[in-house]
């Protein structure tokens, strides 16, 4: 008989949480106390990583102060390291922070993307639609605003 699900195991309904708990394999290539660093099983380029905190969080404003710097510790430290294993001249670094960023899996994980001279692949400029045409006033008032949300 299946286990009931429980709502504080996340595992029993987040594929990373599985990973982080030991029940879905990954190619695990960096581990702290709070983060986990594993190969992306569908990948964008050789060594493609995917780095997620150890604890369920969806969206990457529901993590504290803490698990964002050691989220971001992880990717600046093994990004260079990355970037050498695969002889990468780059890489793109990036989180796709909801469903309309194109976010599949809602517990938020940090893409490494190695990248490398003449791939055919894009910068990040190239993840959005199309670009608006905005006037100095239109670019003061969305500051003023983002600026007052922030504050808020
Ligand atoms: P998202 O679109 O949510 O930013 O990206 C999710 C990423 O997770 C995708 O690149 C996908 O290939 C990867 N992924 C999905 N399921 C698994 C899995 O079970 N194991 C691993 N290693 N990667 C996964
Ligand atoms: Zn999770």
Known sequence: MGRAADPSRMSDTCIFCSIVD???P???VYETDDV???LDANPLALGHTLVIPKTHAERVGDLD???SSA???AVSEITPEVEAAVDADGANIGINDGEAAGQEVPHVH???VPRFD???GAPIHAVAGERPDLADEELDAIAADVSAAIDG
């Open 71 to 73: 989220v971001f510790d």
């Open 65 to 67: 102060a803490d698990l």
């Open 36 to 38: 986990l660093a594993f």
């Open 118 to 120: 003449g791939d055919g």
């Open 110 to 112: 940090v893409h490494v």
């Open 22 to 24: 030991g029940e879905i």
């Open 26 to 28: 990954a190619r695990t």
